[in-house]
């Protein structure tokens, strides 16, 4: 079945540094990648996705690059801010059908000021 | 729009009991829900994928027979743990999928279970 991993464990940034998260995925026919934050004590939501026909995207500080070759995608957060502070996790959507979501371990984002 | 809630959202019960935890979309209608584990500090571990009308689809390593999951309608899921024991005290998150064409999963706030 799908396997994915995500580095770092922790991360911990200036404010207006930049962040990067990566994930690898181990089942190639994956096509869908969300990322997902969480902030202490509240559900997890969607930052931002992308599908296997897209190399990257990107919306506003937040991009998500993906290459399909490598089988990994990494999260990028550029000019962070103290609010950034989350969980964050990438997901893979594996073959075999109903769009279940696979998680990474996740990575606990700190940015100081 | 797209809110999903949960309740209870904390449930504290006596070892060999049962818990109901139902997960209702509240302004969609959902084929398709998920049911999570959450351990502290941990990542989200998907037990089982219930669709509206069949039965659910587990995970390898889940017991369909201690987590019971009943998806009777558009909006509602339920997971009941049964027989419950101290090693079954997790969060428990629910996740629902619109009908309409798109695989973002909204999540419920969780539901704090424990085991005495």
């Known amino acids: 079945g799908e396997n994915v991993e995500q580095h770092p464990s922790t991360l911990s940034v200036q404010e207006g540094d930049s962040a990067v998260i990566k994930c690898t995925y181990s089942?190639?026919?994956?096509?869908?990648f969300p990322w997902y934050k969480q902030e202490l004590g509240k559900r997890p939501q969607l930052i931002i996705d992308?599908?296997?026909?897209?190399g990257e995207k990107k919306d506003q500080r937040i991009a998500v690059t993906l290459n399909k070759t490598a089988k990994h995608f990494s999260l990028h957060i550029t000019e962070t801010q103290p609010e950034d502070s989350a969980v964050y996790f990438c997901?893979?959507?594996?073959?075999?059908?109903?769009?279940?979501?696979?998680f990474g371990a996740g990575t606990r984002l700190a940015v100081h000021p | 729009g797209a809110v999903v809630s949960q309740h209870p959202s904390w449930v504290i019960c006596k070892s060999g009991t049962s818990v109901k935890i139902e997960c209702r979309s509240l302004?969609?209608?959902?084929?398709?829900m998920f049911w999570y584990r959450q351990f502290p500090k941990q990542s989200l571990m998907l037990m089982a994928t219930?669709?509206?009308?069949?039965?659910?689809?587990?995970e390898q390593g889940v017991e369909k027979d201690k987590f019971l999951i009943n998806h009777a309608s558009l909006t509602l899921s339920t997971l009941t743990v049964t027989s419950a024991h101290p090693e079954d005290s997790s969060f428990y998150i629910c996740?629902?999928?619109?009908?309409?064409?798109?695989?973002?999963?909204?999540f419920g706030p969780g539901t704090r279970l424990t085991v005495l």
């Open positions: 996740s629902a999928m619109a009908v309409r064409s798109s695989y973002e999963q909204f």
């Open positions: 089942d190639s026919a994956s096509n869908y």
């Open positions: 992308i599908r296997s026909n897209v």
């Open positions: 997901a893979a959507e594996p073959t075999g059908g109903y769009n279940k979501l696979i």
């Open positions: 302004d969609f209608q959902a084929t398709t």
């Open positions: 219930s669709n509206e009308g069949s039965k659910a689809t587990y």
